[in-house]
């Protein structure tokens, strides 16, 4: 049994929606999954972007050397490294100490054991480590992915108003920077080019005018 300490390899992410971001073209749902990974072979603990559809499952993860968990798409990523070495370390103490890889035959596969060598029963364990990740994982209000027109669309009437009161495309290009600061401090991560989307508006706003005169 290996009692040495549990790594946590989740970096001190510098913003709420540092995982944040977009999944393959044509694939559900529009934003990457987000994983926890709980390295039972490395006794480490990190987090991942990953469509497994895609990607697979891997050789090692496959051979019960490392599980994962489903993280809140909204996960505040810079809150996550702290919650995880507070909640979810202390919770999966046990099964890291109980964990043994062992040859099959085959391959060399990841097993937990109890007290007297028997298999050991983490149902119950690893099932309350995924309600916890679902229940009271740090997220955020607001953001996630957007594309520019979804974010932008409540708010479209007075965005063009003040687009057409732009005179030209420098102007224009720094009040899509201050739009997309906004977004970014409410957590927003776009799923497009924001700045040519506010610019293709500005020209539509234009060419009304011009239409109007």
């Known amino acids: ?13 510098a913003t709420a929606a540092a995982l ?10 529009r934003q ?7 390295d039972w072979e490395a006794r480490e603990i990190r ?3 990953r469509n497994s559809d895609i990607q ?12 994962a968990f489903s993280l809140p798409s909204s996960v505040d990523a810079s809150a996550l490294r702290e919650w995880v070495q507070g909640e979810i370390i202390p919770m999966a103490q046990s099964l890291f100490d ?5 040859w099959d035959g085959s391959n060399h596969v990841g097993r937990f054991l109890d007290e007297d ?23 955020t209000e607001n953001g996630g992915l957007y594309d520019p027109g979804d974010w932008f669309g409540p708010a479209h009437g007075q965005i063009k108003a003040e687009l057409s009161a732009l005179d030209s495309e420098e102007a224009v290009e720094a009040y899509a920077a201050e739009q997309i600061s906004v977004a970014e401090s409410e957590c927003v991560v776009f799923d497009g080019d924001a700045e040519e989307y506010l610019m293709d508006l500005w020209r539509e706003a234009r060419a009304e005018a011009d239409e109007e005169d």
């Not at 009692?3 to 992410?13: C, D, G, L």
């Not at 944040?20 to 749902?29: I, K, L, M, R, S």
């Not at 983490?122 to 740090?138: N, Y």
């Open 47 to 49: 987090v991942e972007t």
């Open 98 to 102: 109980a964990y043994s890889c062992e």
């Open 56 to 67: 697979g499952t891997t050789y090692y993860r496959w051979h019960g050397r490392e599980s």
């Open 117 to 139: 060598g028997d298999e050991k029963d983490t149902f119950d364990e690893m099932a309350a480590i995924s309600q916890a990740l679902e229940d009271d994982a740090p997220t």
């Open 20 to 29: 944040v971001e977009a999944n393959y073209p044509g694939q559900f749902p």
């Open 1 to 13: 049994m290996d009692t040495t300490e549990i790594t946590n390899s989740i970096p001190a992410y």
């Open 32 to 38: 990457m999954p987000i994983e926890l990974i709980l």
